[in-house]
Every structure is written in C-alpha cells, then in structure tokens.
C-alpha cells in the first residue's frame, strides 16, 4: 500500500502595515511614512484575493486516480463506501475506490512526519512518531483515524519486515482498526491489508472472507476487483484444484477492465496482475508454454524501476518453469527476484524459499544452507 502524500498550501503575507487616511485604505511604503491612495474597486479585488487564498488554505487536498491533480475541499463525513465533500460552496461524493490521498487541515506534525516515514520505508519511525500523537492532542475524528490507520499499517510492514512485530499482532491491529473505524474511508483497505496477511499465515478461510467481502462491493469496480484478485490467490493455494476457480476470478477482473470501469494507472496495474494471475492458473494446468509467454510479456513490458511488479513477474516464470520441470531456469529466474527485486519482503521470502528447495532438488545444499541463513537474518523466519 504506497502512495505521495504531498500537501499544496497557499500562503499570504502582507508586506507592509495597513493604515487609514481620510476613511480610505492605504498601504505604507517602507522608509518614511507616505500614504498612496487605493480605489475602492482596486481594495474590494485585493479583499476577494485574500478570502481565497485563505480559503483555500484551510481546505483539505484531495486527489483523485481519475484526476491529474489534487484539488482543495472540506471532507464532511466519511464511509466505506464514498466521502462526501464541500467544494466551493457545493456537496459532492468522491468514491473510495477513486482516493488516491486525502490529507487535513492543519494536520498534527506526528501525522505528517508519519505519513512521509511510511511512504519511505521507516517504518518503525512511522509507528513511534504517530504513537505520540494522543487522543487529547486531536480534535478531529477524521485525523484520529488516520493516525489508527497508519499505526497498523506500519505495524504490517514491520511484520512483514520480519521487525518487533508478529503477523499475528499486525493481525490484531488491523481487526481492532475495522472494528474501532467502521466508517473509515479506508475500512476496505484495511480488509485487504487483513486478507493478506490472512493468506501469509495460512488462515485461508478467514482470508477468502475477507476478499470475498471486498469482491462484493457494489459502490468501486475498484475494490471489487482487488477483491476477486485476492480470491484467486486464495484458490491457487488449493494448486491445480483451484486453478480452474481462480482463472474464473481472474476473468471478471479483465471484464472490468475492458468494460471501462478502471482507468489510468490503476487499470495499468490490474491488467498485469490479471497476467500474471492467469499465468499462475496455467501453469497449474500444465500449460506450461503459455503461462511463461504470459510471465515474460509482463516482464518485457514493466520498467525496471517498479520493484514489486517485477518480482511478482520473475516469481511467476519462476513458478511455471519449476513446474514444467527445469528447475535451473526456474533457480535463475528467482534469483532475479532475490539479487535485483527484493524491495517487497513477501515476494522476496516466497523467492527465497523456493530458490532454497530448488537448490536442495538440484544438489547445491551449500547454496540453500547460505540462502537459509540470508532468509533467517532478514525476515526472522
């Protein structure tokens, strides 16, 4: 979950005093004091200037996936489903599916320093700085859930990370936050953070409830299809008896896609994880020769700079070659994931282990002894 979190501020500042002279504003000049008429048209535009820009200051930003831009408004109330909005005077729906970020006004120092710790990877610095941020130091329900939310968030990574935090806690913050926020924007995306992390312990059940919830939504195409991708990652635990399910999952991701209803970098997004989804599900089938054509055209076209999309692709050619039974092209295409891709810790692991039992089947024990120990000092596990 990482996105910029940047905030667009207008400032105004008066240069000089304002003084009167004869009922007539006017504005003094530096050095000695001199008086300079203003007309009443020119003070009623200067007045208007410094109502906006104020204004505009005091709103929240706003940023949409289906806008290029972040736009100044004031976040009235919030659900699962939408936010509602005042914009210049107008109430307006924003659905959260659409949310790329939201920030507040004037937002509390810990939330901010938090925030942009998150989106840096200091994640225990993220925790530490938003836990100083205490109930009686907020007055908005609106930041106190942020703050709820991040805490959790930064506990995920942290778990992930193999740090100070167990799956099983980072499970507890995340069902305290849903239970505690129910009518947080971020509600769906804390029961994706929770189906994740379901799947990375092995809950398969209680993950399926999760992406099934998600899957449902009837308010964001968005959210559905997260939904019906974490369905299919669900099913293919199951191996080749779930591929056929999990394909069918898959398949209404791309309907989605090609009915239009997910645009811009998102649609981008969902159309290589339903690649690779699908990939998975042949390789499962036997169809060995499509699901690496399909890993490989993801992989030609992602730039190298997107980390996660690239070992996700490198996995997945991993996981086809190793079951069309060459397990030394399947060791390289893993070590891509393991030495050039290893920013997401789940990808990296799931590299790590397989690249541990392919060195064993093939006779390196020395290999997957060093991986081992590699695999233990990093994540813990």
Known sequence: MKHLFTSYRFHTKVPFPVHQADGIPAVRNTGKTKFYRVSGLAWMIATFCIMFFTAAQADDQIKRHSEERSFAANVIRTTPDEITINRSG???????????????????????????????????????????????????????????????????????????????????????????????????????????????????????????????????????????????????????????????????????????EISGKMKDMMQLNVTLGLARCAAYQEKYAEAQKMAQQVIDSVPPEDNQMNALAFNTLGDALKRSGKPRDAIVAYLHTHLLYNLDPVLHTEALTELINLCRSTGDTLKARELEGIQLERYKR
């Not at 509390?108 to 840096?120: A, K």
């Not at 959790?152 to 778990?159: D, P, S």
């Not at 974490?230 to 056929?244: D, I, N, P, S, Y």
């Open 90 to 260: 107008m109430e307006s729906t924003v659905p959260v599916g659409d949310i790329e970020f939201i920030t507040y006004e004037n937002e509390p120092t810990q939330l901010r320093e938090g925030r942009r710790s998150i989106n840096s990877g200091q994640n225990e610095d993220a925790r530490d700085t938003l836990l100083k941020l205490k109930d009686d130091m907020i007055s908005r329900n609106d930041i106190k859930m942020e703050r709820d939310f991040f805490i959790a968030l930064a506990n995920t990574n942290i778990a992930y990370q193999g740090g100070d935090v167990s799956l099983a806690k980072a499970i507890d913050g995340l069902e305290k936050f849903i239970k505690d926020h129910p009518k947080s924007y971020r509600y769906y995306e804390a029961l994706q953070l929770l189906g994740d992390l379901y799947l990375q312990t092995k809950e398969t059940k209680k993950a399926d409830t999760a992406f099934t919830r998600l899957s449902k939504v009837e308010s964001s195409p968005t959210i559905r299809a997260h939904g019906c991708l974490g369905k299919g990652r669900v099913l293919l635990t199951r191996g080749k008896a779930g591929a056929t399910e999990a394909q069918k999952m898959y398949n209404e991701v791309q309907k989605t896609i090609n009915a239009g």
